[in-house]
Every structure is written in C-alpha cells, then in structure tokens.
Nanobody, 119 residues
Framework: QVQLVESGGGLVQAGESLTLSCAAS????????IGWHRQAPGKQRELVAE???????NYANSVKGRFTITRDNGRNKVYLQMNRLKFEDTAVYYC?????????????WGQGTQVTVSS
C-alpha cells in the first residue's frame, strides 16, 4: 500500500502562483509515475501533469508553460508549481501514483486539495 498526502491548496487571485506538494509513504518502491489530476465541479477528473521516477514529465495542454512538476525521489515527494493561475484552474487537485513494471495494476489516490482561483 502507498499513502499519498497532498498539501498546499488554497485561494488565490488570477495571475498568482501556488505550489502543491504530495508526500508518498508506504511501499513506494512499488510505484513509478506520480502525478496530479484535477476535478472541477460538474466535470470529469483530468490529468494535469505526471512525472516518472526517472524525471520524464508529461503535461496537459492547458497547463503547459504555466505549471511545472518536479520530484524528490529521496524524500518521496512530488511538487506542482502553478504559475499564472486562471479561474478555470479551480478544482480539487488529487495526487496519483501508478505501479511500476512489476506492479502495473497498482494505482493510489490522495484525498485531494482544493485550489480556488478568483477572477
């Protein structure tokens, strides 16, 4: 089992920045990719950004150039630096971890943290 704990959400104005953190604990050796997904009211959950153990990152088109995902493997933490936030970035942000090649079916979710951007 892997536990994921998010922090850093809050209320900001459009154009401001916010950094989210995700701390992983437990059987972290079973996971590879860790990422952030978000879900706005009335919408489906969507991928925001994800990063592999090796540092390869993938971003949603809507956040490219504004968001940066980084990973500290030694501390089992992943960060999402969000710049130039827009009203449409408002959502609950969830940390997600996927299993490695030996555990491809594993997937874990955090409880989520609210990000609200006022226009």
């Amino acid at each position: 089992q892997v536990q994921l704990v998010e922090s850093g959400g809050g209320l900001v104005q459009a154009g401001e920045s916010l950094t989210l953190s995700c701390a992983a604990s437990g059987s972290t050796y079973d996971i590879n990719t860790i990422g952030w997904h978000r879900q706005a009211p009335g919408k489906q959950r969507e991928l925001v950004a994800e990063i592999s153990t090796g540092g390869s990152a993938n971003y949603a088109n809507s956040v490219k150039g504004r968001f940066t995902i980084t990973r500290d493997n030694g501390r089992n933490k992943v960060y999402l630096q969000m710049n130039r936030l827009k009203f449409e970035d408002t959502a609950v942000y969830y940390c997600n971890a996927k299993g490695n090649l030996f555990n491809p079916s594993l997937e874990f979710w955090g409880q989520g943290t609210q990000v609200t951007v006022s226009s």
